[in-house]
């Protein structure tokens, strides 16, 4: 399983605005030069992560991105499976809707790929944005931020 650029920028984006969380709005132009990434690409991402809960949107001149949550209660796996999907590293194991498959009962890899998709899961849901906003805050910076 190899995530896109959608999970990765996404999460970084949303790394930043917890680093940064203020009480004001955050422009995407100040997210996206911060991270290295293009403001329209981010524009886009925001969008699902605005249909899940994860963000809200502010209208004006100091309008731009905040947080929906509390950095605590947002997981890396709450973000990457908006922005890509169930975790899955085969379809036949996907956290919802797993494909039928005619071998299952036989499929000697299936409780490999369970384990698999299950070890992802864990991990990706044991790091809140609080927890990597943390971390990357003790890195030192660079041109970028920290490297996801």
């Not at 796996?77 to 975790?87: A, F, K, M, S, T």
């Not at 379809?91 to 070890?119: G, Q």
Request: hydrophobic content about 40%.
């Amino acid at each position: 399983m190899k995530l896109s650029t959608r999970g990765r920028y996404g999460l970084r984006a949303m790394i930043d605005m917890a680093m940064n969380e203020q009480d004001s709005p955050i422009a995407a132009h100040t997210i996206a030069e911060r991270e290295g990434l293009s403001e329209r690409y981010l524009e886009q991402l925001m969008v699902p992560l605005k249909r899940a809960g994860l963000v809200k949107s502010v209208r004006g001149a100091q309008g731009g991105y905040i947080l929906a949550r509390n950095p605590q209660d947002i997981t890396a796996g709450d973000i990457i499976r908006v922005l890509e999907g169930p975790i899955a590293p085969v379809e036949c194991v996907s956290e919802s809707n797993p494909e039928a498959c005619s071998r299952a009962d036989f499929c000697v890899t299936r409780s490999l790929w369970t384990k698999v998709r299950d070890s992802i899961a864990e991990v990706l849901d044991s790091y809140t944005l609080a927890d990597l906003a943390r971390q990357a805050q003790q890195m030192p910076r660079g041109g970028f931020t920290y490297n996801i």
